[in-house]
């Protein structure tokens, strides 16, 4: 399938900070877009990342995974603390780029930290997606439950769906349930059992049945 199995390099300048990463385009006439991106640690190429952007760009989502900007200015390493603002702008700048792309809903996504920031930059400007996918939302540090990135969360006026594992040390499935509760929009929250902060892609290893259950919760979330 060449849209789907073949994802576009993607680089637009004409806006700063600039977008960078991987465009999945569908083979079916898509009415929807998603803009998807990397936690602190990883990049557009993840094998997470990619699993989800071809499965649904099969169903017809059109899908750029992009790296944050603190990811194109360095290969390696986490964000730095100053890097957060310009990292929700380049999020900004690839949802409003994906508005161009498909012709309907535009749906914005991360993993660990870019979820997180996904989230607060929608609570700051709820027009900037139509619902939020976020994987493995880092709710504390490891070992720090008593400090939870909560704040936002009541601000967020949009649907969302929390795909988080059994075995996540950035928060119990009991934390992030609170958590979710918090959100006075749609909420859904995808269990994944015995899987870690990871959701079962590391290394060489993959979660084959993920991909499609991930889907299947999307749509029932925003078909209702």
């Known amino acids: ?24 385009r569908t083979p079916r006439p898509s009415n929807s877009g998603l803009v998807l991106t990397h936690g602190a640690g990883g990049n557009a190429k993840s094998a997470l990342l990619d699993a989800l952007a071809n499965c649904l760009a099969e169903s017809g989502i059109t899908v750029l995974c992009c790296d944050l ?10 964000p730095r603390p100053g890097d957060a603002a310009r990292d929700r ?46 994987l493995s939302y880092p709710l504390h540090a490891p070992n720090r439950p008593e400090r939870p990135r909560i704040e936002h969360l009541p601000k967020i006026g949009i649907p969302c769906l929390f795909v988080h594992g059994t075995r996540d040390p ?3 499935i009991e934390e992030i349930r609170s958590a979710v509760q918090l959100i006075p929009a749609r909420t859904e929250l995808f269990v994944v059992e015995n899987a870690g902060h990871d959701l079962g892609f590391k290394g060489k290893s993959r979660s084959e049945d993920l991909p499609r259950a991930v889907l299947l919760k999307l749509q029932e979330l925003f078909s209702a």
Not at 69 to 78: E, K, N, S, T, V
Not at 102 to 128: H, I, K, N, P, W
């Open 89 to 134: 702008e380049g999020l900004r700048n690839a949802a409003s780029l994906m508005r161009k792309l498909a012709s309907g809903r535009v749906f914005l996504g991360g993993q660990s930290y870019g979820g997180r920031q996904a989230t607060m930059l929608c609570a700051e400007d709820s027009a900037v997606a139509d619902g939020l996918l976020l």
């Open 1 to 24: 399938m060449v849209g789907a199995h073949n994802p576009e390099a993607f680089r637009d300048s004409t806006s700063e900070p600039g977008v960078r990463g991987f465009l999945y």
């Open 170 to 172: 950035f928060g119990s």
């Open 69 to 78: 900007p603190f990811r194109q200015a360095r290969l390696y390493g986490p």
